[in-house]
């Protein structure tokens, strides 16, 4: 249960991509990767909701849950992780080359936003990145830093029995463990089994 009145700010981004050695059944993550300069994530809900119609009412509702699409803005993101992201390689003189015929690799996304009271950090498990481009822009009176703009797509995922899409974790007086290392793993939830 969330402790805030308000969030707002974004940092400590970071991108664990898939290992190779998972399966459909059984999805894990490398460790993740840090991504310093944060601008802004975006994610809106995909999927619709049907309505039938009975009685002269709205008389059953169900809404789809196809996760999310938004754009992630950074200051600069590492070519070593775009190659990755959009399937692109990385020649002998350190050229990144984008390629026609490369896979991108699945990721989660992990992150942080600020809280009156307490952080509050995110992770978004099936993520999927699509080419996007980067305004290059002269210098005048002021600078302005071009960033890198990302479009994802956040897909549903089983995780041990379970179809998600993405968790948040607030720091509380039971999940110091947890909370203290949400950024060295992919966190996996855990569920207390109904009797």
Not at 144 to 161: E, F
């Amino acid at each position: 249960m969330s402790k805030n009145k308000v969030t707002f700010g974004l940092d400590k981004v970071h991108i664990a991509f898939v290992d190779p050695k998972a399966t459909d059944e059984q999805p894990a993550w490398e460790a993740p990767i840090a991504i310093p300069g944060a601008v802004r994530w975006t994610p809106e809900a995909q999927g619709e909701t049907f309505t039938f119609y009975a009685d002269n009412s709205a008389y059953f509702r169900m809404t789809a849950n196809n996760g999310y699409t938004g754009e992630l803005e950074m200051a600069n993101v590492p070519d070593s992780v775009k190659a990755r992201l959009f399937g692109w390689q990385i020649d002998d003189n350190g050229m990144l080359v984008e390629t026609t015929d490369g896979t991108p690799e699945k990721f989660a996304l992990l992150g942080q936003v600020q809280g009156d009271q307490r952080n509050r950090r995110f992770v978004y498990y099936d993520c999927q990145a699509s080419r996007s481009g980067k305004e290059q822009t002269t210098k005048n009176e002021s600078v302005a830093p071009n960033t890198d703009v990302i479009s994802i797509a956040v897909s549903p995922v089983d995780i041990d029995g379970k179809t998600l899409v993405k968790g948040d974790l607030e720091l509380s007086d039971t999940n110091g463990t947890a909370y203290n290392s949400f950024f060295a793993s992919v966190y996996k939830p855990k569920f207390t089994p109904s009797v």
